[in-house]
């Protein structure tokens, strides 16, 4: 089955910069496409940003286009996503997450993808 863990998550002021980690384990993740998701309190979880299996297209939500970046390290079985000028609003629990199916498969289809494997979630809280 495979486990997802996420780390990182903090308590950070306005403009800070966070770097999440998403570090598989019990299967190779490597050939699946990974996304980060969140869901802040009272909100749907939302997509935040998704990378195909080697990287080679990444999708973002406009909310954090421009500030996140997602990458991933095959060889460490880990997914990133770094965090840049950050914003209260910014202030979820963050998740990773692995498609079901490997399908090699990218740009649109990253927000969409049937996603299964999900993490446990880090918290990231952005004061003002």
């Known amino acids: 089955q495979g486990q997802l863990v996420e780390s990182g998550g903090g308590l950070v002021q306005a403009g800070s910069s966070l770097r999440l980690s998403c570090a598989a384990s019990g299967r190779a993740f490597s050939a699946y496409a990974m996304g980060w998701f969140r869901r802040a309190p009272r909100k749907e979880r939302e997509f935040v940003a998704g990378i195909d299996w080697n990287g080679s297209t990444i999708s973002y939500s406009d909310s954090v286009k421009g500030r996140f970046t997602i990458s991933r390290d095959n060889a460490k079985n880990t997914v990133y996503l770094q965090m840049n000028s950050l914003k209260p609003e910014d202030t979820a629990v963050y998740s990773c997450?692995?498609?079901?199916?490997?399908?090699?498969?990218?740009?649109?289809?990253?927000?969409?993808?049937?996603?299964?494997?999900w993490g446990q979630g880090t918290q990231v809280t952005v004061s003002s």
């Open positions: 997450a692995a498609e079901v199916v490997a399908s090699y498969r990218g740009g649109p289809y990253l927000e969409t993808a049937p996603y299964g494997s």
